[in-house]
């Protein structure tokens, strides 16, 4: 029989998200996708901030200049995005504290024909497509994966970890968990279930010889100047009176593609999904007047028709629910297939590649240490799981949120903290007001009781990112510390006085402490400096200085500040053990707290002779 270590149903972003990051630590998979192709039709547009983060961590942050563009604001308005927002939310600033951008608008099936590309490229994944997964079936500490290939022929795989990547409606849960072990999707702390008609626009622009009666060329517009005007940039709500909205561009700017979702709540199939679009967004692509709000001598003019394509348009129901269990032995749950968000977040695909990322370092573990059964192994996904159940919690909590401001009239709600944001960021003696995500991001994981982190050491924050460099190295985004070792925990030592001693401590500490080489060696010690260490025979990395990235041409976040990633640790840190998914498992001020957290390390994954 063939034999793989992870059997992955679904090639979509969190199952593609999962095979590279298992590849990361050589661990090999086979991947089972249904379709044939990618589905062409554009799905989720937008990847939230630590999105982003992962796919630079996967070695596709160069790829996103092809497929996306920067989200600079979300914009709030009532009825229409042909009227003035009542609150523009700024997002262009380094807030998450990671030097790359706050979110992207994406299209889809070319995000995952890049995340293909790089499965093709890595001995350790095998794609197939056409494969209709049939069942499962345990035997001992493997399982037997019954699927039919492209031919229709029935074919078994037996692997160590089978992982339903495969929707909300997929056969892992559906078909296999939901009868074996009672897996289903629950309601969960945001309640919301809506119908929405969901539309992917392709749009060219009107010029004066495709369109010369066109009264706006009398007022010196020109193309460009037409569809910034009819189709703005930023990211739009819409709120009642009038239906629910979500709209915006998505794909390179370039591309023009267009996304607009609307509530219909009384939908039923003798609609005409279209009809209604026309209906909706004929009065949104209307106006009277420029951006400086002169009016149009000529009165109403109206973007042309025939510059707008439907590549898609029909009924959604969104909703939230969140599985109620992750998983069952050794078959697991990540993505659609955990969790459906409805849209006002951003937050489905985001969570997909959170789950894949935080899962498979675990999955290495399992795999290679010798004393892996099945305790350590229901501790280990246990502790995924409730890091899961909280970073969905978070989410919700966003899409809840924007979701209030969408589906609901601008109220005395929204108007208090509107004014009082303005006041906060307004007035020079008073202290900004941070935006709620950036203190949950900040915070991680350390609410969570029973995460794989120490409390004691307050492990369970996000390590911040900057650019970093050193005398050998040009900069290089910090995540490359951890993401360039062979072992799957990093120990980061902190030089805050030139005293090299503490590398030479750590070393010994590592000896002592006798951990798998699998999890922590010498070799996985990185040393960072917050100032430019002089004559150091170590090598030691250091903060970029921004008048040298501007030299070098690389482009920062406002607000991206050097000093963001010291400030995330204790100010007297001098060690932190970090998990390869930016996590602190402990902080430790001096030897006698890193041989302590070291044990504690080594205790949890059963390291004890």
Known sequence: ???????????????????LSLAKFNIHCVILEKELEITRDPRGVFLAYDAVRILWDLGLGNSLKDISHELHTVNFYTTSFASD????????????????????????????????????????CDLRCGCTVIGRQQ???????????????????????????????????????????GIKQVDSSYRYDGTWVAANLKLTTPTPETHPEFPLWKLG????????????????????????????????????????????????????????LWDHLTPMITRNKDDSNQPFPSGEVTYPC???????????????????????????????????????????????????????????????????????RDDLLGAWARERNQSVKDAAKLTEL???????????????????????????????IPEPLFSVEARGFMPVVGGFFSPKFGGGSRLAQIYVESIHQTPMLSD???????????????????????????????????????????????????????NSKTQVYFPTPSSRLAHLGI??????????????FRPATKFVVVRPDFYAFGLADNVEELVECLTNLRNRLQQDD
Request: some cysteine; glycine content about 8%.
């Open 555 to 568: 482009a920062v976040q406002s607000g991206y500040n050097g000093s963001h990633y010291i400030r995330r």
């Open 85 to 124: 927002p009542f609150h523009v939310l700024d997002i262009n600033h380094d807030g998450f504290w990671q030097a790359l951008p706050s979110g992207v608008h994406h299209i889809q099936p070319k995000l995952e024909f890049a995340m293909r590309k790089r499965i093709t490229e890595s001995p350790f």
């Open 402 to 432: 924007n979701g209030r401001a969408c589906n609901q009239a601008d109220n005395i709600f929204f108007w208090l903290l509107r004014n009082l944001v303005w006041v906060f960021n307004h007035i020079p003696f008073l202290p900004n």
């Open 221 to 276: 517009f020109n193309p460009g100047d037409v569809y910034d005007l009819f189709w703005p940039k930023g990211w739009h709500f819409c709120s009642p009176p009038g239906k629910a909205t979500a709209a915006g561009r998505f794909g390179p700017h370039e591309a023009h593609f267009w996304r607009h979702e609307f509530a219909q709540p009384d939908w039923n199939d003798s609609m005409d999904a279209e009809e209604l």
């Open 1 to 19: 029989m063939e034999k793989t270590e992870v059997v992955i149903v679904g090639a979509g972003p969190a199952g593609l998200t999962l095979a």
């Open 306 to 376: 025939d510059c707008i394509q439907i590549l898609r348009c029909r009924p959604y129901r969104f909703t939230h629910k969140v599985a109620n269990k992750w998983f069952d032995d050794r078959t697991i749950l990540i993505g659609d297939a955990a969790h459906v968000f409805p849209p006002f977040g951003g937050q489905g695909i985001a969570s997909g590649f959170r789950d894949a990322h935080q899962l498979a370092w675990r999955i290495a573990l399992l795999q290679r240490l010798p004393k892996s059964n099945k305790a350590f």
């Open 139 to 181: 035997e001992g500490d493997s399982l037997v994966v019954e699927y039919k290939d492209e031919e229709g022929a029935h074919r078994n795989i037996m692997g160590s970890f089978l992982v339903g990547a495969d929707g909300k409606k997929g056969v892992v849960r559906k078909k296999i968990l939901e009868a074996s072990a």
């Open 480 to 534: 490359e510390l951890i993401r360039r070792t062979d072992t799957v925990m990093t120990l980061l030592v902190i030089l805050r006085d030139n005293s090299e001693d503490l590398v030479a401590e750590a070393q010994e500490v590592l000896k002592a402490v006798k951990l798998d080489q699998l999890i922590l060696s010498e070799d996985s010690i990185r040393v960072f400096s917050p100032g430019n260490p002089d």
